[in-house]
């Protein structure tokens, strides 16, 4: 409820968000997710309506202004939020789901805080993020398809400042399916959130992961027969 206020969000209608690298402020690369966006909200009536928070590296203004141009043009102002500026912990306590757009090395950190912040979240069925996400029990991962992200003109006009799209996105029927399932029944969104905090602050602590690099480096050393005296990291068996 805090978090929601410094947002000045509703306190009643369920959050989710969505976090992405800078091409997350691109109106073609968002465009299967607000057509996906717009199908829940005519599934879900009044308070159980969702919201979207969209949240991005922070960029000049003009770089969301198309963005934020096609979410009021399209009527959709009041259902989403672009972000590039709140803290991430305030986000992740304001949401209830959280989508993971990103496949790029170095974004496991998002689904890890998310998780510890007892957020379920949904992102692309990579091997990175397999390791992270028990699918159907911490999570969800998506399969990724290709994606032809020829748009008419209208949605085009930020093509030359906007970073390369990607050649595969996640399959948006799997993604609604998801969010589908997450948003209609409170109970296992709240048991999922529970599991997802549990896993991480379970095997993805920082004394053991310290204990498992620890474990790496002395593996290292021994293979390159470096005369050093080991001794095994106190937490480790």
């Known amino acids: 409820r805090v978090a929601r206020e410094k947002l000045s969000m509703s306190h009643d209608r369920p959050v989710i968000l969505m976090i992405g690298p800078s091409r997350i402020w691109s109106t073609v690369f968002m465009m299967p997710y607000l057509r996906l966006f717009i199908a829940l909200l005519k599934k879900f009536q009044h308070d ?9 590296p922070k960029t000049p203004a003009g770089e969301t202004r198309a963005l934020d141009t096609f979410v009021k043009t399209i009527g959709l102002h009041e259902h989403i ?8 912990p305030t986000l992740f306590n304001a949401s209830d789901i959280l989508i993971h757009g990103s ?7 998002f689904l890890l805080q998310a998780m510890a912040s007892g957020v379920p ?26 994606l032809d992200w020829s748009e008419p003109d209208s ?4 093509h030359r400042t906007s970073p390369p799209l990607p050649r595969k996105i996640m399959d948006m029927t799997g993604l609604y399916a998801d969010l589908d399932r997450l948003l209609s029944d409170h109970e296992s969104r709240r048991l999922m959130a529970d599991r997802a905090r549990s896993h991480v602050l379970t095997e993805f602590a920082w004394s053991l992961q310290a204990g498992r690099l620890h474990d790496v480096c002395v593996e290292l050393a021994r293979e390159c027969r470096k005369d050093v005296d080991f001794h095994p990291h106190p937490d480790r068996p």
């Not at 159980?48 to 991005?56: A, K, S, T």
């Not at 496949?103 to 950190?109: D, F, K, L, P, W």
């Open 48 to 56: 159980q309506q969702p919201c979207l928070i969209i949240r991005g």
């Open 81 to 88: 939020m672009l972000n590039d500026s709140a803290p991430l």
């Open 103 to 109: 496949i790029g090395a170095s974004e496991e950190a």
């Open 121 to 146: 979240v949904i992102a692309p069925d990579v091997p990175d993020y397999r390791q992270i996400i028990r699918h159907e029990k911490t999570g969800f991962l998506v399969p990724l398809v290709d």
């Open 155 to 158: 949605t085009r006009r930020d």
